[in-house]
Nanobody, 118 residues
Framework: QVQLVESGGGLVQAGGSLRLSCAASGGTFSRNTMGWFRQAPGKEREFVAHITWSITTQYTDSVKGRFTISRDNAKNTVYLRMNSLKPEDTAVYYC????????????WGQGTQVTVSS
């Protein structure tokens, strides 16, 4: 069982930056693919970024060049650095884990709110 706890959300003006953190406990963090998703009001949850055990990363097109996902296996933590934030980035951001050998996002955090004002 893996527990995920997000932090770092808040209110920021357009053009500003935030760094989200997701602390994991349980399981073998270093072998997990870790991801960030978001859900805006009235919309479905969408993929934002992921990072594999080999530090391969993938981003949704709307955040490429602005967001950076990283991980610190010594701290069992994954980060999402968000720069040049836009009002359309406003959402609840969720951390998720895809543990080996599963090929699905099995574990989820409770989410952290990010609000970008114009």
């Amino acid at each position: 069982q893996v527990q995920l706890v997000e932090s770092g959300g808040g209110l920021v003006q357009a053009g500003g930056s935030l760094r989200l953190s997701c602390a994991a406990s349980g399981g073998t963090f270093s072998r997990n693919t870790m991801g960030w998703f978001r859900q805006a009001p009235g919309k479905e949850r969408e993929f934002v970024a992921h990072i594999t055990w080999s530090i391969t990363t993938q981003y949704t097109d709307s955040v490429k060049g602005r967001f950076t996902i990283s991980r610190d296996n010594a701290k069992n933590t994954v980060y999402l650095r968000m720069n040049s934030l836009k009002p359309e980035d406003t959402a609840v951001y969720y951390c998720a884990a895809k543990p080996v050998p599963y090929n699905s996002w099995t574990y989820w955090g409770q989410g952290t709110q990010v609000t970008v004002s114009s």
